[in-house]
Structure formats: C-alpha cells, structure tokens
C-alpha cells in the first residue's frame, strides 16, 4: 500500500480482554516500530523490528505486552489481560532501511485503544 | 538525563515570527534527526530530516545540526497559525542498546496567534 495502515482504529475493551492490533507497513520497509503515546505525551518507544528480527523490546512495559512480525512484512502487537493503564494510542512506524541507516520513518493513523 | 529532551512549551509565538524549537540527546553516536509535527488527534508527520552537522533549509523550514553539543533545533519562519501543533525530536542512535532505534522526545507545543 501506499502509506502505513494500522488496524482497527479503534478498539474498546473490557479490562481482562486481550486485544491485537495490527500494523502493515510501507511495501519493503525494513524497519518497524511501536510506540505508546498518552495523551499529551510524545511517542514512547515500544520495540522495533529489522525484517523478521525483534531487535529491541526494552520497551514493552510488562510480560503482558507481545509484538511479532513473522514474515518481515505485516506486525501485531498484543496485550493480554488488558489494564486501565494500557489505554492509549499505538503507533506504528515504518522505514526503509534498518539499523544505523535507518531514515525516516513514516506513521500509520494509529489505534485508540480504550480499557474500560 | 532523558535521552531525547525537549521544552514542552507551550511556546506562543505571533503570527509572521520565527519560531525556535530546540532538542537534546544523550547518545554521542546518534547519526539520524528528525522533526515531526503533530496535530492534535493525528498522527507524527515528518517535515525534516538532517544527518550532517551544520543547517538544512525546505521552505519556511530550517534544522540545524550540532553534534558536539548533541544539540539539534528546528527554526519556522514566517510562522502562521496552521502551523500551531506539536513538534517532535526524534534520533536514531544506541538507545536500550540497539543501534537503529528510533527514540522521541515528548514534544513542543507551538502556538502561532494571528
């Protein structure tokens, strides 16, 4: 496609639930990444992927939150046993290349997830 | 010291001025900055990328690079009130101690009065 498309782009869950969300990137994007955004706030860094790698989750903020991309291409990110703390924007960026020459990157409309 | 800082402002600035937006990184060995702006309920959408030490120009828009001072800004001239949203510092360094990822700052945000 075109541009960065993640899916839904909302999402209401009950507390407990699990949620998936979902990113597909740029065509050929090497680089893919997750981040959380409250409100007010700047993006905060979630993991990021260089093809099929998961080169750095450091981010996720507990064993409750999992992202794969299995293929190098479409990427999900999944929180079990959602929280009221875990509502938030997730954003989903894309770049070309990976590692060091990793250049700009470019953002899908994001998911409003909302735990009540 | 966080490793992208910005002055969260908000920064008001009238209309037809020039707007200084300013960042801060930790990592020496960043080689990768980027400008995003936000609008509220939007997504980041980049307006400029710099990797050289020095100043880059598109448009009304300049960034300058000083990697000495691990320090990067980014100027609006002629600033017009459809510029008023956040303005996000990004770098691509050795953060959580993975070369290439992409850290943000919380952002500025600019509000340009007519």
């Known amino acids: 496609g075109a541009g960065v498309s993640q899916s839904p782009r909302y999402k209401v869950a009950k507390r407990g639930q699990d949620v998936a969300l979902r990113c597909d990137p740029i065509?050929?994007?090497?680089?893919l990444f997750w981040y959380q955004q409250a409100l007010g706030q700047g993006p905060e860094f979630l993991t990021y992927f260089q093809n099929e790698a998961q080169l750095d989750k450091s981010g996720l903020p507990s064993d409750r939150f999992f992202a794969e991309r299995p293929e190098g291409s479409v990427s999900t990110l999944k929180i079990q046993r959602t929280q009221q703390e875990d509502s938030a924007v997730y954003l989903c960026a894309s770049s070309r290349k990976g590692g060091v020459f990793v250049t700009e990157a470019f953002f899908g409309q994001g998911t409003r997830l909302t735990v009540v | 010291q966080k490793e992208v800082e910005q002055n969260s402002g908000p920064l008001s600035v009238p209309e037809g001025a020039i707007a200084s937006l300013n960042c801060t990184y930790s990592?020496?060995?960043?080689?990768?900055f980027f400008w995003y702006r936000q609008y509220s309920g939007k997504s980041p959408e980049l307006i400029m990328s710099?990797?050289?030490?020095g100043d880059k120009e598109d448009g009304r828009f300049t960034a300058q690079l000083n990697k000495a001072s691990q320090y990067v800004s980014l100027l609006i001239r002629d600033s017009q009130p459809s510029d008023s949203a956040t303005y996000l510092c990004?770098?691509?360094?050795?953060?959580?101690?993975?070369?290439?990822?992409?850290?943000f700052g919380k952002g500025t945000k600019l509000s340009v009065k007519p």
């Open positions: 990004a770098v691509i360094g050795n953060y959580g101690g993975s070369q290439g990822n992409l850290i």
């Open positions: 710099i990797y050289s030490n």
């Open positions: 990592d020496r060995g960043s080689q990768s």
């Open positions: 065509s050929g994007h090497v680089s």
